[in-house]
């Protein structure tokens, strides 16, 4: 399985990062999307990291404020936000699917989330 944490409470331009343990299985060759899904709205992509090269998918509206990244040896995956603004408020989703992404991947293994909340 795959279990987020880090998500928290925020204040607006605030940074927070979130991690994407896995286990049972190793992140090595997966690909690892991560997406959000804020109350009443419809589940968002962020983007991914593929798994053979590390190479990153972001979703335009979100480049530039949100990284991906992998490391392997800790078999974890993370997203780092930065600027955060109240439309930033949603439940944060990691998944994995063996190979490499793109923004319209069909992911296999699904975490259960984490609450980012950021507000004053």
């Known amino acids: 399985p795959l279990v987020e944490s880090g998500g928290d409470l925020v204040q607006p331009g605030g940074s927070l990062r979130l991690s994407c343990a896995a286990s049972?299985?190793?992140?090595?060759?997966?690909?690892i999307g991560w997406f959000r899904q804020a109350p009443g709205k419809e589940r968002e992509t962020i983007g991914c990291i593929s798994g053979s090269d590390g190479t990153t998918h972001y979703a335009e509206s979100l480049k530039g404020r949100f990284t991906i990244s992998k490391h392997n040896a800790k078999n974890t995956a993370y997203l780092q936000m930065d600027s955060l603004t109240p439309e930033d408020t949603a439940i944060y989703y990691c998944?994995?699917?063996?190979?490499?992404?793109?923004?319209?991947?069909?992911?296999?293994?699904w975490g259960q989330g984490t609450q980012v909340t950021v507000s004053s």
């Open positions: 049972g299985f190793r992140l090595d060759y997966y690909a």
């Open positions: 998944a994995a699917e063996w190979g490499d992404c793109s923004m319209w991947t069909l992911y296999e293994f």
